[in-house]
Nanobody, 116 residues
Framework: QVQLVESGGGSVQAGGSLRLSCTTSGSISSFRSMAWYRQVPGKQREFVATIANFGTSMTARPVLGRFTISRDVAKNTVYLQMNSLKPEDTAVYYC??????????WGQGTQVTVSS
């Protein structure tokens, strides 16, 4: 069973940066797309950014210009570079992958806390 393992979360002051990583247990080419979502307690999970296996990407409006999704195929890893962080970016960030067969795979989540 394919697994996704996130890392890179932590605590940072407003204006700071973090880079999240999501590594697949198998080949990243098994996924048609990878994405990052985030969730605050009591709220629905929110889309952050996605990257397709042919390289095109899309970023949600609240983080546009501050967050960048990228991938390293050789390392089977997707990244989320987060700059100019704001307190409202505080959330648990989840990595998601859609397999070529259409099934969803989720990581365990990593906490990001931004203090003012």
């Amino acid at each position: 069973q394919v697994q996704l393992v996130e890392s890179g979360g932590g605590s940072v002051q407003a204006g700071g940066s973090l880079r999240l990583s999501c590594t697949t247990s198998g080949s990243i080419s098994s996924f048609r797309s990878m994405a990052w979502y985030r969730q605050v307690p009591g709220k629905q999970r929110e889309f952050v950014a996605t990257i397709a296996n042919f390289g095109t990407s899309m970023t949600a409006r609240p983080v546009l210009g501050r967050f960048t999704i990228s991938r390293d195929v050789a390392k089977n890893t997707v990244y989320l570079q987060m700059n100019s962080l704001k307190p409202e970016d505080t959330a648990v960030y989840y990595c998601n992958g859609v397999l070529n067969g259409g099934n969803d795979v989720w990581g365990q989540g990593t906490q990001v806390t931004v203090s003012s």
